[in-house]
Structures are given as structure tokens and as C-alpha cells.
T-cell receptor, first 117, second 114 residues
Framework: GAVVSQHPSWVICKSGTSVKIECRSLDFQATTMFWYRQFPKQSLMLMATSNEGSKATYEQGVEKDKFLINHASLTLSTLTVTSAHPEDSSFYIC?????????????FGPGTRLTVL | AQSVAQPEDQVNVAEGNPLTVKCTYSVSGNPYLFWYVQYPNRGLQFLLKYITGDNLVKGSYGFEAEFNKSQTSFHLKKPSALVSDSALYFCAVPKDTGFQKLVFGTGTRLLVSP
């Protein structure tokens, strides 16, 4: 099946620094990728949709200047958490679908755990 | 708005017994429903989906789900649980007609005891 990877798997940073998380589709091209955030014992919350070659679209309540998304190629999307603060600590997950318009399955990366000190 | 609800935070079952993880949905139009499983330190894995057709959907790892329109439910089932089935299970529904954005339930932790 389709494989999505994320790097790093975990990161610890100081408050005020920026952190970049990479999401790669390893064996397929993904024109669209999605970024989710998962809080402990809570569901996944969709943050934004990453579109190759265009600006990302953010869900209501998500700060686009805080969470910068770049979809540089058909296999790579990056999420940069800028000026991170402890409340940004979370588990960030990306996903990609194989088909743009069909009720499709999503293939998820293993997630990145961010801890901001 | 499209939504799903998982009424149980946790389900406990003994190995070898049947298991059910509940999910109810609220959608406009035709429902498209998904189940995913999340193992510790691993990404969500697709189990099965309902698009149309038979109400009983068979998926990965011996799981199946029953679509019930009158009860607006899509419960996940397995006839005989394994300890290795212990994980976090999410049902999901597309957020809108674009299908790919998913709205997840709050998740149900399944604990299978030996």
C-alpha cells in the first residue's frame, strides 16, 4: 500500500524557536496532503490542506502565520511551527490521498511529537 | 455539519470474545464512513470504508463494520478479539463533498486482555 513518512518522529525545542516537520509520500504522488493535530486522548483535528504549487488552505481557527505549510513537490509537504510555545506541544500527523475527487482512503504518516519547553 | 460520535472512550474485551466499537454519524446526503486504527507510535491505518452497497463491510485484520441507516450507525466488529487488536480506533466521515478532508470521532481505546 501507499506509504507516507514523516521526519522527525519527535522533536524537543525551546520556546520561541521554529520547527519544521516534513511529510513525504514515498511511492505515490500526492497533489494534496493534509495536516492534523492530535492532543492527548483526543481526536485528530484537521489543521490545513496542503496543495502542491499553491497556497495551503487553513481550517477555521488555525493561525496560518503560526503554522506555515509549503508543498514544494508532489511528494513533499512541510509544516513549520513558527515561534513555538508550550501550547503548541502536540502530535502532528500528515496524510495524503490517492485520488482528488473520489471518496478515498487517506494514508497517514506516523506522526511527529513536538515538545516545546 | 458532518460529524461522527464514538460514545465509548474505552472498550474492554477478553481475547477470543467478539468485540464491538460503536460509531454513529450525522451527515447530509449519502454517508461515506471510514474506520482507522492507531497503534502506539504508529500512524493511523485504514481498516475499512462504506461507500455504497452491502451494509456489512469487510476490512483488514478480520474487522468488519455494519452500516445501519435507520440507526445512523457504523459499528466496528470482530468475531474473535486478539490481544494485538489493542489500539485506538477512530471512525471518520468526509468533511464535505470533496471527500478527502476527514472529520474524526474522539476515538475509542480497545483493550483486549489475555
Amino acid at each position: 500500500g501507499a506509504v507516507v513518512s514523516q521526519h522527525p518522529s519527535w522533536v524537543i525545542c525551546k520556546s520561541g524557536t521554529s520547527v519544521k516537520i516534513e511529510c513525504r509520500s514515498l511511492d505515490f504522488q500526492a497533489t494534496t496532503m493534509f495536516w492534523y493535530r492530535q492532543f492527548p486522548k483526543q481526536s485528530l483535528m484537521l489543521m490545513a490542506t496542503s496543495n502542491e504549487g499553491s497556497k495551503a488552505t487553513y481550517e477555521q481557527g488555525v493561525e496560518k502565520d503560526k503554522f506555515l505549510i509549503n508543498h514544494a513537490s508532489l511528494t513533499l509537504s512541510t509544516l513549520t511551527v513558527t515561534s513555538a510555545h508550550p501550547e503548541d506541544s502536540s502530535f502532528y500527523i500528515c496524510s495524503a490521498g490517492l485520488s482528488r475527487d473520489l471518496p478515498d482512503t487517506q494514508y497517514f504518516g506516523p506522526g511527529t511529537r513536538l515538545t516545546v519547553l | 455539519a458532518q460529524s461522527v460520535a464514538q460514545p465509548e472512550d474505552q472498550v474492554n474485551v477478553a481475547e477470543g470474545n467478539p468485540l464491538t466499537v460503536k460509531c454513529t454519524y450525522s451527515v447530509s446526503g449519502n454517508p461515506y464512513l471510514f474506520w482507522y486504527v492507531q497503534y502506539p507510535n504508529r500512524g493511523l491505518q485504514f481498516l475499512l470504508k462504506y461507500i455504497t452497497g452491502d451494509n456489512l463491510v469487510k476490512g483488514s485484520y478480520g474487522f468488519e463494520a455494519e452500516f445501519n441507516k435507520s440507526q445512523t450507525s457504523f459499528h466496528l466488529k470482530k468475531p474473535s478479539a486478539l490481544v494485538s487488536d489493542s489500539a485506538l480506533y477512530f471512525c471518520a466521515v468526509p468533511k464535505d463533498t470533496g471527500f478527502q478532508k476527514l472529520v474524526f470521532g474522539t476515538g475509542t481505546r480497545l483493550l483486549v486482555s489475555p
